[in-house]
Structures are given as structure tokens and as C-alpha cells.
């Protein structure tokens, strides 16, 4: 090979290199470490939650990759009945900092739900899918009846590799809360790659690497994105896309030593409410 032509390979080498450590630092992002994500997800991060998307206290939602070695073994299973939901205790060294509200009622009001997230940009509707996310949705009943969503703010936007923004965290850092967590449901099927298309307006919950570590972290898809196959689906926003699009607009600040993106635009659910359809 020519002198030149090795330095060019040479130099599209160390690029590809570099793109490869940017979407592992970007995945880390994703997952929420219970955390205390996506993600981190990338978002969303979080104990109880693309996306990155860990609980406990200085913990925060990781990747796969980044809390392989530090999560938390899993708690003590906690035995159901079919049609029940299994709302597992926080594993040990992963409750701290958690917002204690008590458990869901075990069995769920199947069905099509209405959630309402009041922000202070403007109102954001949904549908929750109650069959096919029925244990997602009626933790999400619950904590909302628990006024838990109230006053938080949207800790997260990623805007580079997978487009979300993460909210549903009472700390606001990643790495809050209740303190309980539960398996996934209604997962999109994986291609080839291993990874899902998740479709601008669906709203996802993210989750630690720790098994049963959803919580009430999730993240609003505002850009077709491509994640791994393992987030659970439970809506589709129906109006409010625009209040979403307007934060995205205004982009994601510096990551900071825990490497999470606040948005520059700042936005807080005031309230968030969920009825039956």
C-alpha cells in the first residue's frame, strides 16, 4: 500500500475508533443506573429508572456495559399469581434514596389509559396501553394518584445517536425512584442488529442493567431512534409533541461528571395524572 494511501486507512481507522467509543459513552448515557436509562439511555439512567436509559444515592443509571460490574444483585423474587404484577424490593445497596410510596395493588385494571403530563411548557397527552403494558401502566396509576411525577424535572436530552428526553425522576439526577422495581413487557421486536426502531412520539420506561429495575423513569421519544431491544413500550403521545420538539430545539448542555446531558430548555412536569379510557 502507498505511504498515502496507509495514512488515509490508517486515519479512517482512528475515526471509526472514535465513533465506536462515542456510541459506547452515548449507550452508557442511555441506561438509567438504579440506579439510579434510557438512557443511563441513553437515556434513558435511573434505579427504578432509555435511556439511558441505578437508585441509591451517589449511584446513577448505567448501561450494560458500564454497571456490569457494580449492579446490585437482585432482590428476593416475590412470588404472583398469573395476571398479577411481580413489584420486586429494591435490591440491597440500590434503596438508598429511594421515595418510598408503598407498592401497586398486584392485580391491574387492564385497558386504554389517558395520562396527562402538565409541564411547565405546556400540557403533553397520551395513550397508555393498559393490556399490553398493564403492569407499567398501573404502577404508573399508581404513583401518579401518589402526586409522585409532580414538580420534577426532565433530567436528561440526548440529542446525538437516539433522540429522547428522560423525565420521571424525584431527584432530578438519574438516580431516583420508589423504591420498588419490575420486569419488562410489550418489548419491540429486535432485528438482526439486536436493536429496535422505538418511533418519535412513543414513550418508553428505562431501566438499570439489574433485572426488575423499572421504576418510573421514562424517556419521550421526539426522533425515530435505535435502541436496544429492551424497553418497555406503554404510550404514544397524542398531543404535546410540539412542547417536546421545542426543548429538543434548544439542545442538551455539556455532559457533566456523571455524564448526563440537562437540557439547555428546562422543563418540569407540574402534575401527571392517568384515567381510564
Given amino acids: 500500500m502507498a505511504g498515502k494511501d496507509r495514512k488515509r486507512e490508517l486515519a479512517r481507522q482512528r475515526y471509526e475508533r472514535q465513533l465506536q467509543r462515542r456510541a459506547i459513552r452515548q449507550a452508557r448515557a442511555r441506561r438509567?443506573?438504579?440506579?439510579?436509562?434510557?438512557?443511563?439511555?441513553?437515556?434513558?439512567?435511573?434505579g427504578s429508572g432509555a435511556i439511558a436509559f441505578a437508585m441509591g444515592g451517589p449511584e446513577k443509571k448505567k448501561t450494560t456495559a458500564a454497571a456490569a460490574s457494580e449492579t446490585p444483585s437482585a432482590a428476593p423474587s416475590v412470588s404472583v399469581k398469573p395476571g398479577e404484577c411481580a413489584y420486586q424490593p429494591l435490591p440491597a445497596g440500590a434503596a438508598?434514596?429511594?421515595?418510598?410510596?408503598?407498592?401497586?395493588?398486584?392485580?391491574?385494571?387492564?385497558g386504554k389509559y389517558r395520562m396527562t403530563i402538565d409541564t411547565s411548557l405546556g400540557t403533553i397527552v397520551a395513550t397508555a396501553d393498559g393490556t399490553?403494558?398493564?403492569?407499567?401502566?398501573?404502577?404508573?396509576?399508581?404513583?401518579?394518584?401518589?402526586?409522585?411525577?409532580?414538580?420534577?424535572?426532565?433530567?436528561?436530552?440526548?440529542?446525538?445517536?437516539?433522540?429522547?428526553?428522560?423525565?420521571?425522576?424525584?431527584?432530578?439526577?438519574?438516580?431516583?425512584?420508589?423504591?420498588?422495581?419490575?420486569g419488562n413487557e410489550n418489548v419491540p421486536k429486535a432485528g438482526k442488529s439486536g436493536q429496535a426502531t422505538y418511533k418519535?412520539?412513543?414513550?418508553?420506561?428505562?431501566?438499570?442493567?439489574?433485572?426488575?429495575?423499572?421504576?418510573?423513569?421514562?424517556?419521550?421519544?421526539?426522533?425515530?431512534?435505535?435502541?436496544?431491544?429492551?424497553?418497555?413500550?406503554?404510550?404514544?403521545?397524542?398531543?404535546?409533541?410540539?412542547?417536546?420538539?421545542?426543548?429538543?430545539?434548544?439542545?442538551?448542555?455539556?455532559?457533566?461528571?456523571?455524564?448526563n446531558t440537562a437540557?439547555?430548555?428546562?422543563?418540569?412536569?407540574?402534575?401527571?395524572t392517568v384515567a381510564k379510557m
Avoid at 96 to 110: E, F, I, L, N
Avoid at 158 to 169: A, E, F, P
Avoid at 218 to 239: K, R, W
Fill in 200 to 259: 418519535r412520539g412513543v414513550i418508553a420506561m428505562a431501566h438499570s442493567s439489574a433485572p426488575n429495575s423499572n421504576g418510573s423513569q421514562f424517556f419521550i421519544v421526539y426522533g425515530d431512534s435505535p435502541l436496544p431491544a429492551d424497553y418497555t413500550v406503554f404510550g404514544e403521545i397524542t398531543q404535546g409533541m410540539d412542547v417536546v420538539d421545542k426543548v429538543a430545539k434548544a439542545g442538551a448542555e455539556a455532559a457533566d461528571q456523571t455524564g
Fill in 96 to 110: 438508598q434514596g429511594a421515595k418510598d410510596v408503598g407498592k401497586p395493588p398486584v392485580k391491574p385494571d387492564k
Fill in 132 to 182: 399490553k403494558a398493564a403492569c407499567t401502566v398501573n404502577s404508573f396509576k399508581y404513583l401518579a394518584s401518589k402526586k409522585f411525577f409532580n414538580n420534577t424535572k426532565c433530567h436528561r436530552l440526548v440529542t446525538q445517536g437516539i433522540k429522547v428526553l428522560q423525565c420521571g425522576d424525584p431527584t432530578g439526577t438519574g438516580t431516583g425512584g420508589p423504591a420498588y422495581g419490575f
Fill in 263 to 272: 437540557p439547555k430548555k428546562k422543563i418540569e412536569i407540574k402534575d401527571l
Fill in 32 to 46: 438509567m443506573k438504579i440506579i439510579g436509562t434510557v438512557l443511563a439511555v441513553v437515556v434513558v439512567a435511573g
